[in-house]
Structures are given as structure tokens and as C-alpha cells.
């Protein structure tokens, strides 16, 4: 059996909110460094 697959669509998307390091060390109660050490 022979299957193959094709592209049939594609799109985009931007986010409302950007978050940044360190709004999610406010949430995470974690510092800057430690977040950027991880996710860079």
C-alpha cells in the first residue's frame, strides 16, 4: 500500500500577550536567572 501526505493549509498566530521572563517569575515565584538558565 502505497501512502503519501500533502500540505493543506497553514496558517498563523500571535498571542494577545506576550509573557516574559519575568512576568513568569512572578507566577513561578522563581527568579529571572533560573527561568533563563532553563528556557533560555
Known amino acids: 500500500m502505497n501512502r503519501g501526505s500533502r500540505v493543506t493549509g497553514y496558517g498563523t498566530a500571535l ?3 506576550v509573557i516574559t521572563n519575568h512576568d513568569l517569575a512572578q507566577t ?13
Not at 513561578?28 to 533560555?40: F, K, Q
Open 15 to 17: 498571542p494577545e500577550r
Open 28 to 40: 513561578l515565584d522563581a527568579s529571572v536567572a533560573w527561568i533563563t538558565a532553563r528556557t533560555g
